[in-house]
Each structure stands twice: as C-alpha cells, then as structure tokens.
C-alpha cells in the first residue's frame, strides 16, 4: 500500500519535472514546477514528516512559487525573447552530464543494495513527525544555526530590494 | 514498502532532470526553476535519511528546513538580478549575459 502511493506520487513528481524543463511558457513551467512541490510534500508525509511536508506546500509551493509568478507577470516577456535553444550541443551535454550523474548515483545505491544497506522500514518513535520536539531541537542544540539563517533571510532581503528597485524613480 | 533506496533513487531522477534543465534552459527564470529542482530533491534525501537511518535525530527534517529557507532566499536574489537585466539590458536569455567575459 505505501509502495504504491510511493510509485504514484514519485511518477507524478518525475512527470512534472521533465514538464518544468520542457514546457516552453516560464508560467506554464511555474506551475508544473509547484505540481512537483505538491507531490515532494506528499512523499514526504509518506514517511511521516509532516512538519517538513507542510514547510513546503507553504513557503514553497505558495511563497516562493508565488514570487516566481510575479517576476513572470512583471517581465512580460515576449515571446521572441523565449528562444528555444537551437545549439544541439548543449542539449547533448546537457544529456550526457544529467546520465552520468544518474549512473553515478545510480551505481552507488545499487552497491548499498547489494551490500545490504540500512534501508528496510524502522518504526519511527512518535516524536519524529512532532512539531513540538523539532522545535525543541531547533531552538536548542541548532539555535546558532537557525540565528545564521535568520541573517542570510536579513541579507537577502536588502540584497533583493537594492538589486530590483528602479534606478530613476525612487532617486527623486 | 517503499524504502530507503527507492527514495534515493527518486531524488537522484530529479537531480539529474534538474542538472539537465539547468544547462538546456536558456531562460534565466527556467534555470532558476531547474535549481529549485535540485534543491527539492536533496530535500527528499535528507528527509529520507532522517526517517531510515537515523529515526531518533530529527536532524535531517531540521536541515530540509534550513534547505528551504536557503532556497527562498536564493530565489529572492536571483530573481531580483533577472529583473535587474531586463530591465536594463532587455534580455532574459543567459547566453546573451556576457559583458564580464572579454
């Protein structure tokens, strides 16, 4: 039973990557691109993260898909601008690295197949999925790297708004 | 029952469409998607190992949130930076990105 909502949602999340890179309108891709997120947070909740699950249909599939839409709305880029690439040199490359990835993880995991790894289901003790022991666990023993994040999203944010704001209009 | 290795294998599939996006996109906003692919899928990992090897720690979920946070951030630069260049230069098109070269 969970194997197969697995495979289910594991084909869906594969169908709506290779949309994502082979859809040729960016808000097309966009929402393929949050169909994946959905599905990742399902595979998640699979396994019982569903802390994480949730993290990500929120900030990812609504914030940062959201922000994604805006700057496609606010280009409006035209159509002769989205060139699909004619160099088949690229798209070879591109072939040929993604596969010799794939066959470098691939070889691997198989090895950990065959060498018996640590990958058979173990019961997870209820406070793995808890929201109030990964907070505890946060705001603890990963405090300082938790502060560090809230920089980097201080950083990022002066960064955003100094690269993105008009250069004319907001001078006078 | 799925396992540890179908996970792996999964995120490895989408790393591997995300690696090959990356370097076919010509659209900035397509290749800052394919990173989100990317990052989705060494999510999965870090969520998968957490759950099967090691239960009791919580470290991989902490980390797939700090992942996320790095990611939104990544995305908010970034997309400020296509702005900026279509806004200035008029181009979405990365190969067109090479005034640094020369």
């Given at each position: 039973?969970?194997?197969?909502?697995?495979?289910?949602?594991?084909?869906m999340?594969?169908?709506?990557a290779?949309?994502v890179?082979?859809?040729?309108?960016?808000?097309?891709?966009?929402?393929?691109?949050v169909?994946?997120?959905?599905?990742?947070?399902?595979?998640?909740?699979?396994?019982?993260?569903?802390?994480?699950?949730?993290?990500?249909?929120?900030?990812?599939?609504?914030?940062?898909?959201?922000?994604?839409?805006f700057?496609?709305?606010l280009?409006?880029?035209?159509?002769?601008?989205i060139?699909?690439?004619?160099?088949?040199?690229?798209?070879?490359?591109g072939?040929?690295?993604?596969?010799?990835?794939?066959?470098e993880?691939?070889?691997?995991?198989?090895?950990?197949?065959?060498?018996g790894?640590?990958?058979?289901?173990?019961?997870?003790p209820?406070?793995?999925?808890?929201?109030?022991?990964?907070?505890?666990?946060?705001?603890?023993?990963?405090?300082?790297?938790?502060?560090?994040?809230?920089?980097?999203?201080?950083v990022?944010?002066?960064?955003?708004?100094?690269?993105?704001?008009?250069?004319?209009?907001?001078?006078? | 029952?799925?396992?540890?290795d179908?996970?792996?294998?999964?995120?490895?599939?989408?790393?591997?469409?995300?690696?090959f996006?990356?370097?076919?996109?010509?659209?900035?906003?397509?290749?800052?998607?394919?990173?989100?692919?990317?990052?989705?899928?060494?999510?999965?990992?870090f969520?998968?190992?957490?759950?099967?090897?090691?239960?009791?720690?919580?470290?991989?979920?902490?980390?797939?949130?700090?992942?996320?946070?790095?990611?939104?951030?990544?995305?908010?630069?970034?997309?400020?930076?296509?702005?900026?260049?279509?806004?200035?230069?008029?181009?979405?098109?990365?190969?067109?990105?090479?005034?640094?070269?020369?």
């Amino acid at each position: 039973m969970q194997l197969a909502i697995f495979t289910i949602f594991s084909i869906m999340c594969i169908a709506g990557a290779i949309l994502v890179i082979t859809l040729r309108s960016p808000v097309s891709s966009a929402i393929a691109l949050v169909f994946v997120m959905c599905t990742i947070a399902g595979l998640f909740a699979l396994i019982g993260g569903l802390f994480v699950a949730a993290i990500q249909v929120i900030v990812y599939a609504g914030a940062v898909m959201v922000l994604f839409l805006f700057v496609i709305m606010l280009l409006n880029i035209k159509d002769e601008l989205i060139q699909r690439d004619e160099k088949k040199l690229t798209r070879i490359l591109g072939g040929v690295l993604g596969a010799a990835f794939l066959l470098e993880i691939g070889f691997f995991v198989r090895k950990g197949l065959t060498s018996g790894s640590p990958g058979l289901f173990m019961p997870a003790p209820n406070e793995f999925s808890s929201i109030e022991s990964i907070s505890t666990s946060i705001f603890t023993k990963y405090l300082f790297a938790f502060e560090v994040t809230s920089i980097l999203l201080l950083v990022a944010i002066v960064g955003a708004i100094m690269l993105a704001r008009g250069k004319g209009r907001t001078e006078t | 029952m799925a396992t540890l290795d179908h996970y792996l294998i999964l995120s490895a599939i989408l790393f591997c469409i995300g690696i090959f996006g990356l370097l076919t996109r010509r659209n900035a906003i397509g290749v800052l998607m394919s990173i989100e692919l990317m990052f989705n899928s060494a999510n999965i990992n870090f969520i998968a190992f957490s759950k099967f090897i090691t239960p009791e720690a919580l470290t991989g979920q902490i980390f797939a949130v700090f992942v996320i946070t790095v990611a939104a951030a990544e995305a908010a630069v970034g997309l400020a930076i296509v702005v900026l260049m279509y806004r200035n230069f008029d181009i979405v098109n990365v190969d067109n990105i090479n005034f640094m070269k020369w």
